[in-house]
Nanobody
Framework: QVQLVESGGGLVQAGDSLRLSCTASGGTVNSGAMGWFRQAPGKEREFVSA??????YYSDSVKGRFTISKNSAANMVFLEMNSLQPGDTAVYYCASGPTAITSRVRNPGAYYYWGQGTQVTVSS
Protein backbone atom coordinates (compact mmCIF):
# COMPACT_ATOMS: atom_id res chain seq x y z
CA GLN A 1 0.00 0.00 0.00
CA VAL A 2 1.52 3.27 -1.13
CA GLN A 3 0.93 6.31 1.03
CA LEU A 4 1.43 9.82 -0.29
CA VAL A 5 1.66 13.00 1.76
CA GLU A 6 1.67 16.43 0.11
CA SER A 7 2.97 19.62 1.63
CA GLY A 8 3.93 23.13 0.58
CA GLY A 9 0.59 24.66 -0.26
CA GLY A 10 -0.45 28.08 0.94
CA LEU A 11 -1.81 31.53 0.16
CA VAL A 12 0.25 33.60 -2.25
CA GLN A 13 -0.19 36.58 -4.54
CA ALA A 14 -0.33 36.47 -8.31
CA GLY A 15 3.16 36.19 -9.73
CA ASP A 16 4.57 34.39 -6.70
CA SER A 17 6.04 30.90 -6.58
CA LEU A 18 5.40 27.79 -4.50
CA ARG A 19 7.02 24.40 -4.30
CA LEU A 20 4.83 21.43 -3.52
CA SER A 21 6.35 18.25 -2.12
CA CYS A 22 5.01 14.71 -2.11
CA THR A 23 6.56 12.09 0.13
CA ALA A 24 5.89 8.46 -0.77
CA SER A 25 6.05 5.46 1.54
CA GLY A 26 5.30 1.81 0.90
CA GLY A 27 6.38 2.18 -2.72
CA THR A 28 8.88 3.93 -4.95
CA VAL A 29 8.48 7.10 -6.99
CA ASN A 30 10.40 5.33 -9.76
CA SER A 31 7.64 2.79 -10.36
CA GLY A 32 5.34 3.72 -13.22
CA ALA A 33 4.23 7.34 -13.18
CA MET A 34 3.94 10.00 -10.50
CA GLY A 35 1.46 12.76 -11.18
CA TRP A 36 0.07 16.01 -9.88
CA PHE A 37 -3.60 16.83 -10.31
CA ARG A 38 -5.70 19.70 -9.03
CA GLN A 39 -9.33 20.34 -8.29
CA ALA A 40 -10.94 23.73 -7.95
CA PRO A 41 -14.33 24.21 -6.27
CA GLY A 42 -17.15 23.08 -8.52
CA LYS A 43 -14.77 21.66 -11.11
CA GLU A 44 -13.52 18.21 -12.00
CA ARG A 45 -10.08 17.03 -11.04
CA GLU A 46 -7.66 17.95 -13.80
CA PHE A 47 -4.20 16.85 -14.84
CA VAL A 48 -1.34 19.20 -14.06
CA SER A 49 1.91 17.29 -14.53
CA ALA A 50 3.44 13.83 -14.45
CA UNK A 51 6.79 12.14 -14.65
CA UNK A 52 7.37 8.65 -15.97
CA UNK A 53 10.92 7.42 -16.26
CA UNK A 54 12.90 10.39 -17.49
CA UNK A 55 10.03 12.12 -19.26
CA UNK A 56 7.90 14.93 -17.89
CA TYR A 57 4.40 15.86 -19.00
CA TYR A 58 2.46 19.08 -18.47
CA SER A 59 -0.96 20.45 -19.16
CA ASP A 60 -1.06 23.34 -21.59
CA SER A 61 -2.20 25.69 -18.82
CA VAL A 62 0.95 25.19 -16.74
CA LYS A 63 3.58 24.42 -19.37
CA GLY A 64 6.47 26.84 -19.03
CA ARG A 65 5.47 27.84 -15.50
CA PHE A 66 5.50 24.57 -13.54
CA THR A 67 8.29 22.02 -13.26
CA ILE A 68 7.99 18.49 -11.93
CA SER A 69 10.98 16.69 -10.46
CA LYS A 70 11.74 13.80 -8.20
CA ASN A 71 14.35 12.76 -5.68
CA SER A 72 14.58 8.99 -5.89
CA ALA A 73 16.82 8.69 -2.83
CA ALA A 74 14.30 10.56 -0.70
CA ASN A 75 11.33 8.97 -2.48
CA MET A 76 9.83 12.38 -3.10
CA VAL A 77 8.25 14.23 -5.99
CA PHE A 78 8.11 17.99 -6.31
CA LEU A 79 6.11 20.53 -8.26
CA GLU A 80 7.79 23.90 -8.64
CA MET A 81 5.14 26.47 -9.52
CA ASN A 82 6.15 29.87 -10.84
CA SER A 83 4.18 32.88 -12.06
CA LEU A 84 1.14 31.68 -10.19
CA GLN A 85 -2.22 33.03 -11.28
CA PRO A 86 -5.62 33.12 -9.57
CA GLY A 87 -6.72 30.40 -12.00
CA ASP A 88 -4.20 28.06 -10.35
CA THR A 89 -6.18 28.13 -7.11
CA ALA A 90 -7.15 24.57 -6.24
CA VAL A 91 -6.43 21.61 -4.04
CA TYR A 92 -3.37 19.88 -5.47
CA TYR A 93 -3.08 16.10 -5.25
CA CYS A 94 -0.07 13.85 -5.67
CA ALA A 95 -0.79 10.49 -7.27
CA SER A 96 1.06 7.27 -7.92
CA GLY A 97 0.39 4.97 -10.83
CA PRO A 98 2.78 2.02 -10.55
CA THR A 99 1.48 0.43 -13.75
CA ALA A 100 0.55 3.59 -15.65
CA ILE A 101 1.37 3.49 -19.33
CA THR A 102 2.67 6.52 -21.18
CA SER A 103 -0.52 7.12 -23.16
CA ARG A 104 -2.55 7.43 -19.95
CA VAL A 105 -0.34 9.54 -17.68
CA ARG A 106 -2.78 12.46 -18.04
CA ASN A 107 -5.75 10.32 -16.99
CA PRO A 108 -6.64 10.19 -13.26
CA GLY A 109 -7.80 6.63 -13.79
CA ALA A 110 -4.22 5.54 -14.36
CA TYR A 111 -3.30 6.31 -10.76
CA TYR A 112 -4.04 3.94 -7.89
CA TYR A 113 -2.84 5.93 -4.93
CA TRP A 114 -3.62 9.51 -3.95
CA GLY A 115 -2.54 11.90 -1.27
CA GLN A 116 -4.92 13.95 0.83
CA GLY A 117 -4.22 17.13 -1.09
CA THR A 118 -2.77 20.52 -0.26
CA GLN A 119 -4.55 23.83 -0.82
CA VAL A 120 -3.02 26.45 -3.09
CA THR A 121 -4.71 29.83 -3.13
CA VAL A 122 -3.53 32.62 -5.41
CA SER A 123 -4.90 36.09 -4.80
CA SER A 124 -4.98 38.80 -7.47
Amino acid sequence: QVQLVESGGGLVQAGDSLRLSCTASGGTVNSGAMGWFRQAPGKEREFVSAVKGGTSYYSDSVKGRFTISKNSAANMVFLEMNSLQPGDTAVYYCASGPTAITSRVRNPGAYYYWGQGTQVTVSS
